[in-house]
């Protein structure tokens, strides 16, 4: 059942590196690049996805987690970095088993199913959030 309350998802693949964005548009079903970022900092990063927030409205984040990770470090920085967020954009942010997204987005890249501009780190973030609609969870 749709939450009604929620209109527009920003994706969130994070990595240490590159932070891939898409966006869903709930109304309308349907999910889109939103670009990459190079992680500079946590500060840096906050500034950036705030604008995309306001830009386009968002009302919640889905932030890519490790879930079946052995790295317990990594999975420590995801929840940080989500807690964090959720604070700085005032929004609440749901994690998502990112599992197996780069692989897809890496097999969608060399099939041509990409769209002209779009790289790994975004459509990674557009499958993540596209799988979490898909699972019913607005």
């Given at each position: 059942m749709m939450?009604?309350?929620?209109?527009?998802?920003?994706?969130?693949?994070w990595g240490t590196k590159h932070v891939g964005l898409a966006l869903g548009f709930l109304d309308d079903h349907i999910t889109t690049h939103c670009g990459t970022i190079q992680f500079v900092s946590f500060d840096d990063c906050v500034d950036r996805l705030q604008k995309?927030?306001?830009?386009?409205?968002?009302?919640?984040v889905v932030l890519g987690f490790p879930q079946w990770s052995h790295d317990k470090r990594m999975i420590a920085r995801v929840r940080d970095f989500g807690d964090r967020l959720a604070k700085a954009l005032s929004l609440p942010v749901f994690y998502w088993n990112e599992m197996m997204t780069s692989k897809?987005?890496?097999?969608?890249?060399?099939?041509?199913?990409?769209?002209?501009?779009?790289?790994?780190?975004?459509?990674?973030?557009?499958?993540?959030?596209?799988?979490?609609?898909?699972?019913?969870?607005?």
């Open positions: 939450n009604t309350s929620f209109h527009v998802v920003l994706g969130v693949d995309v927030v306001s830009e386009h409205d968002v009302d919640v897809e987005a890496q097999k969608n890249l060399h099939s041509g199913v990409f769209p002209s501009g779009a790289d790994v780190h975004q459509e990674s973030a557009r499958i993540m959030i596209q799988d979490w609609i898909d699972h019913g969870n607005v």
